[in-house]
């Protein structure tokens, strides 16, 4: 296949003849793609960021925990105090079977940590082994609470990112060292890297130290409070439809009224997630729809600037005519400088809008770890570059077609 080299020659002289005319025309071009494929990587980014925060969280929970009632029942005024029971868990496992897992958890306000001359303030739950199912924690070192950790309410703890780098700011592997919480020494065991915060009582991200239930219930004197509990729905099992009756079995033991749902608080994760994945879904639809509404105005603009040029031409289309240039000769040339147009625009506004998501990228990396990709896809890309081709296309049509329009006759006694 031979390259014409003096067609591109003209093109390029076509274009850069009015340089001004060129760059602001492919500049609406540019902005278009430089929108759409922005928008595109930044609202991956953001999703994945807001999705770190419920990382490792099963999808199919609920957190149940008490509050004062909001209605009397049986003799017990409105506004009473109660608290949730050790009890409860058993209840909840008998009562309901389509429960998975019952976890409780404890938590208190902190304190202070400390480790040689270093200090860190961290909050405290106290949790069984089988809440990592609830909450999946990603290990950098040691393991998780088990099973004998509880039975024999081990002095041992899991301390999250924050503590690990404020304690330990030289890094290494810090298990079998022992920080001291009040007057209290633990030793760890593991440490948890997740984003994900599980449930945290106004504890500051990444500071949460776990220890065995058994130790926290002996440690802070708790007897058999339980402040939540966290349950998880067995595969298929959808959570709104058990949520009444995990209030009910847990309200009913202690004389709240069943429909209480202030006094029994029941936090369905399931929604949570729903409503996070509806948002986004009208995030992209939004992304898509204001990306192809710019561009398609850019490709507009492309196509006046060129029946412009096709007017200022006319004589030398003529002449094109005359001495035997065919219509689709014409056709050609005039599609071909739409499309160069609007591709050079176009490849720029992606190179352009890939910087910036990069650049992005680079500031949510932390400790060689990104936090969040603000990229956009292989095939994305490619899309971007087969539309900005056809709105080139599109653009050119109808200058092509009012060129072919031109009668030689008529173009040579034009000035």
Known sequence: MRIDLDSYREILNTLTRNKSRSFLTGFGVFWGVFMLVALIGGGQGMKEMLNKNFEGFATNSAIVWAQPTSKAYKGFRKGRMWEMEYKDVERLKNSIPELDVVSPVLFSN?????????????????????????????????????????????????????????????????????????????????????SAEG???????????????TLMQRTYNLGQQVHMIAVTGRKGVVMSTIVPRIRETV????????????????????????????????????????GLGTLLAGAIGVSNIMMVTVRERTTEIGIRRAIGATPRNILSQIISESIVLTLVAGMSGILFAVAILQMLELANTEDGIVSAHFQVGFWTAILAALVISLMGVLAGLAPAARAMSIKPVDAMRDE
């Open 199 to 213: 449930i945290n009582m106004g504890s500051e991200e990444g500071t949460l130290m776990l220890l065995p239930i």
């Open 110 to 194: 902190g304190g202070t940590a400390y480790f040689g001359d270093r200090k860190t303030t961290v909050g405290i739950n106290g949790v069984q082994p089988n809440y990592l199912r609830v909450s999946e924690p990603k290990l950098l070192y040691g393991r998780y609470l088990n099973d004998m950790d509880v039975a024999q309410c081990r002095k041992v703890c899991v301390i999250q990112k924050k503590t690990y780098k404020d304690l330990f700011p030289g890094g290494g592997d810090p298990c079998g060292q022992y920080i001291r919480v009040d007057s209290v020494h633990y030793q760890i065991v593991g440490v948890d890297y997740s």
């Open 251 to 290: 309200a009913r033991a202690h004389n709240v009224d069943p429909t209480d749902e202030q006094g029994v608080m029941v936090f369905n994760t399931e929604v949570l997630f729903q409503l996070l994945d509806s948002l986004f879904r009208g995030v992209n639809f939004l992304i898509w729809l204001v």
